[in-house]
């Protein structure tokens, strides 16, 4: 398995090997997913469009509905406008959707359509919103994209004529899962806490089989639910690469504070997110949600052995893989090296303090890296275990060891949809992963004599 | 039995008038023997939901990708390497002293500098990256859609690598938007592979070996090309090369050393078939590996091509030995799955060569259609004098080829070949429609809306499509299954191939899980109220 990976690193400015990011445009998709009755379309080739299709039916295991302007080579030389208006004629008339949310590709960053002006100039039945974002490809990563299509909720729905407080939390989830989309409104409920949720996923992309097709299933944030944002108390914002643009939109339009915070993963993340809430709120710790974190505490003093003094590489989205890292370093392993494809100093700046304050000094941290690098790190001094999304299983393979499957995308197994790995249940669900991972290796592995009953 | 022409007018009502004109050309109603003109191979109406992808994935994805020991290099921002990146199951096994680089992904992850001053530097230095790093027996460059539009000389940078590495280093202008699906990637990919690969290295005369065959159009998808392979080897053939699946760069460019080329996938290298026949004088016939009468058929062919006594006894042989193998799983499936109804949507020749073998468990294929046929897929090869060329067809490159005078061999005598036309597919298919049944329909380029309502109207048990279609026709309580990748599993083709795709169907089909999809409280009437005395009893 990668029998060509070297353990020698040779320095390499061009050729990326094993990407650690995608484009924008499939965050883009995935977020807008995430407004009730909306259908993203991609303006580009019809390619774009399938591909990110595909990856993220993947990834769900579900349906995922978008639209395309497929372009041709005539598009190309005259533009995309005519594709475009065509376009959203046709889906009104056809999959009617109340929102379609456009984001650009590539192709139409680089030929330099402007989607305002086409958008302007097209009929939108009445009632019926357009909203887009620009998702140049050869920028940043998928993150950026989620970034860009969530900030554009915002800048094209917030009524900006504040009128009065709604009593709520806009609370913008990050590039998670929908059942982490689930787990946080789960969490702030139980904290009596009315909140908004965008964009949010939930019951979009892990829909029920009842024998009945919903091209708009039941779950994401309304268009009504979006323009009213601007009279919410404060926002709180997950994941400073995938939230915070949105946060400072709405600070900046509506005067709605922002607050940028981790997504809870790990018990210090989600510690932090419970700080934050009540110090907006002024209410008390949700006496439910105190339980289950001395469960969480419980579980992590009466098994530590299992993992304590274990080194881990980390890759992924620097959302994920932030409060991973904090949060493998409470549990006493050893992050020794973490790896996003996603461009950005702030990641670096992130783990780095993380790192220095638990006075780890011997780890590697890299942005803008790939899963090349990362594998010939781990060929010159290994780790016991990966944590990253489907494509680690390359490395884990040829490294024999341990693959804890966090992160987008999740091509090979399932419940990353269904269960949350974010709040204190969701750190008990990691640790279990991790857990089990190390067991299962050493049941398989030893020797007869060291087989144990009880572990 | 249904209204066809009834459900037909149904889906087409509900179009705005300019795609319903459009769309009623690409659907067919079969209602009597006769095949009738379908439009297919054209541009898909922007705003529909197309299952089609682009040019780039039928030349790097589907053609180029599976070539096993070269660096595939995709230029362009990350996403389109990315994607492209282990999700076609296309098999490979490098042979002993090779490298395999099907699970890497190589990408020269474009930023917007070089959108603004140009990438060809970003190319040619990671073309120099991947030599250095790698040391390939060969490169590929694939082009993504900004790389046309700035004007990146692809093929320069490639020329120049070339002479500097001494590998070969073939480039390929793919860009997304070039043609109207897939197919437009195909013919970019394979023009190259005929103008630069195929015939530069001849097998010497006494190395040759007897009864070779090259397999054109097949992918080894989930391993489809072993399976074929151990039955062919069996007999007694040699296969030298298949395009492109477990195939080395080597393989191809001996390609022309054999004596037959076999024809899986029509539409995605017909045209290659014939202009190797054209340079080297190497005839093709249409073969179908799946279901076990289309294998039988195909093995009896390309015995009677050959006319050597013992290759065709060898053939009666290995089919009785493999039929009697499989006979009581197949019955066994049969029974599970007979009377029942089939819908396939796929490619440019698998909606076609599963036919035969649902049919061979009980399911009548009652809809099927393609995402990037061209008309000839459908309604067979006679029609391509008439095929008109759209703009978006004459933009993709054709190429001719003369014959090579040094290269260029009869495999058998003229005569012989003529009488053989008459009995074999020889450079011949009489498409997907000739094999279709009264009161079907066909439908090119199926669209998300059109699907779910031949699913609602027509309810079959099996719908053979892609991941963007599986989980809104399971949302239907219908079995869909993936036909690009087999739902990860495989070898579908052959007989063990067969016995397969027969079990996996069988499951599909008749999964515990499809009974629960009704809560019983929706199905039974809730008893409210009290046994009396029930309590004592207890």
Request: a negative charge; proline letters at 4%.
């Amino acid at each position: 398995m990668l029998n060509e990976t070297t353990k020698e690193i040779k320095d390499r400015s061009a050729l990326v090997v094993n990407p650690a990011k995608t484009c924008q445009p499939i965050g883009a998709m995935y977020a807008a997913l995430g407004i009730h009755k909306c259908l993203p379309h991609s303006h580009g080739s019809q390619g774009c469009c399938s591909f990110h299709r595909m990856h993220l039916a993947r990834h769900y295991r579900d349906p995922i509905a978008a639209s395309t302007s497929s372009f041709t080579e005539g598009a190309c030389v005259f533009g995309g406008k005519s594709n475009l208006k065509t376009g959203l004629e046709n889906v009104f008339a056809i999959y009617k959707p109340d929102v379609v949310a456009v984001n650009t590709t590539c192709l139409s960053e680089t030929i330099g359509d402007d989607l305002n002006d086409i958008i302007l100039s097209t009929k939108i039945p009445e009632g019926k919103t357009v909203i887009y974002a620009n998702t140049p490809s050869y920028q940043g990563s998928h993150v950026t994209g989620f970034s860009n299509m969530t900030k554009a909720m915002v800048t094209h729905l917030v009524n900006k004529n504040k009128l009065i407080g709604n009593g709520r939390l806009a609370v913008i989830p990050g590039y998670v899962e929908p059942s982490d989309m689930a787990e946080i409104k789960r969490m702030f409920a139980m904290m009596n806490v009315p909140i908004t949720m965008f964009p949010d996923t939930s019951g979009v992309v892990n829909s029920p089989n009842t024998g009945k097709y919903e091209m708009y299933p039941e779950g994401g944030v309304t268009v009504e639910e979006l323009s009213d944002l601007g009279n919410c108390e404060s926002t709180i914002a997950l994941g400073s690469f995938s939230s915070e643009a949105a946060a400072f939109e709405l600070e900046k339009i509506a005067d709605v504070e922002a607050n940028v915070l981790n997504v809870p993963i790990g018990i210090k993340a989600t510690d932090d997110m419970m700080m934050k809430v009540m110090e907006i709120t002024g209410l008390e710790m949700s006496k439910e949600l105190e339980f289950e974190r001395g469960q969480l505490v419980d579980l992590m003093t009466d098994i530590h052995f299992h993992y304590h003094g274990k080194k881990v590489a980390i890759f992924g989205d620097p959302d994920i893989i932030i409060p991973m890292t904090e949060f493998v370093i409470s549990l006493g392993m050893i992050p020794k090296y973490i790896l996003t494809g996603t461009p950005g100093n702030a990641f670096e700046k992130a783990i780095g303090k993380i790192l220095a304050d638990a006075g780890i000094e011997d780890s590697k941290f890299k942005a803008g890296g790939d899963l090349m690098e990362l594998h010939q790190w781990m060929k010159n001094d290994p780790v016991d275990m990966l944590i990253g999304n489907t494509y680690g299983k390359y490395i884990s393979r040829a490294e024999d060891i341990p693959l804890i499957r966090l992160g987008f995308p999740i091509l090979d197994r399932v419940g990353h949809s269904l269960f949350p790995v974010v709040g204190y249940k969701g750190a008990m669900r990691l640790i279990e992963k991790i857990s089990t991972a190390f067991l299962d290796k050493y049941d398989r592995e030893c020797d007869d004599d060291d087989f144990e009953l009880v572990m | 039995m249904k209204d066809m022409n009834k459900l037909v007018d149904k889906i087409l009502d509900a179009y705005p008038a300019k795609v319903m004109k459009n769309r009623k050309e690409h659907i067919v109603h079969k209602e009597s023997d006769e095949i009738s003109v379908i439009n297919a191979n054209t541009r898909t109406i922007p705003g529909i939901i197309t299952n089609r992808g682009c040019a780039y994935a039928g030349c790097k994805g589907v053609v180029i990708g599976p070539i096993i020991d070269m660096v595939h290099i995709v230029h362009g921002p990350v996403g389109c390497s990315y994607y492209a990146w282990g999700t076609r199951r296309n098999k490979g096994r490098a042979k002993e002293g090779s490298k395999n680089f099907l699970n890497y992904c190589f990408t020269t992850d474009m930023q917007e500098s070089d959108i603004v001053f140009g990438g060809d530097k970003k190319l040619a230095q990671a073309i120099k990256e991947a030599v250095e790093t790698f040391n390939p027996r060969a490169i590929s460059v694939s082009a993504t859609c900004p790389v046309g539009l700035i004007g990146d000389d692809i093929h320069m940078v490639a020329k120049q690598a070339e002479k500097e590495y001494g590998i070969p280093v073939l480039a390929f202008s793919c860009e997304g938007y070039k043609g109207v699906s897939q197919s437009a990637g195909h013919h970019i990919a394979n023009n190259k592979l005929m103008k630069d690969v195929i015939g530069t290295i001849d097998i010497p005369e006494e190395d040759k070996k007897p009864f070779s065959l090259n397999i054109l159009g097949e992918y080894n998808i989930g391993g489809d090309e072993w399976e074929i392979s151990r039955v062919l080897n069996k007999i007694g053939y040699n296969v030298l090369t298949t395009m492109t699946g477990n195939a080395e760069y080597e393989d191809i460019a001996k390609a022309h050393n054999a004596d037959l080329n076999l024809v899986q996938c029509h539409r995605s290298i017909n045209y290659i078939a014939d202009m190797i026949e054209i340079k080297y004088g190497m005839p093709w016939m249409k073969v179908n590996f799946i279901g076990m009468e289309n294998m039988s058929n195909t093995l009896r062919n390309i015995a009677t091509y050959f006319g050597d006594a013992d290759l065709i006894s060898r053939t009666e042989q290995v089919i009785g030995q493999e039929m009697s193998e499989i006979k009581d799983d197949m019955a066994y499936y049969k029974n599970m799955c007979d009377g029942k109804t089939a819908m396939l949507f796929v490619g440019g020749s698998r909606a076609h060569h599963y036919q035969g073998l649902l049919g061979e468990i009980g399911m009548d294929t009652i809809l099927a259609g393609y995402e990037f046929g061209h008309r000839d897929d459908y309604e067979g090869r006679d029609v391509i004098p008439y095929i008109k060329l759209d703009a978006d067809t004459r933009n993709i490159e054709e190429i001719t080829v003369e014959k090579d005078e040094k290269k260029y061999r009869l495999r058998i005598p003229a005569e012989r070949l003529e009488e053989l036309k008459k009995v074999l597919p020889l450079n011949n298919y009489a498409g997907l429609m000739a094999d279709m049944k009264e009161n079907s329909v066909v439908i090119d380029d199926l669209n998300h809306y059109e699907t779910e309502a031949v699913i609602k109207a027509l309810k079959p048990s099996f719908f053979g499509s892609g991941v963007k279609d599986k989980y809104m026709v399971q949302k239907m309580g219908i079995y869909s299954k993936q036909m690009h990748s087999y739902d990860y599993s495989g070898p579908y083709a052959g007989y063990k191939g067969a016995v397969n795709f027969a079990r996996d169907t069988a499951a599909g089909i008749h999964t515990p899980a499809w009974s629960y999809t009704i809560p019983p409280w929706k199905k039974e009437p809730m008893l409210v109220g009290k046994v009396e005395g029930a309590e004592e009893a207890c």
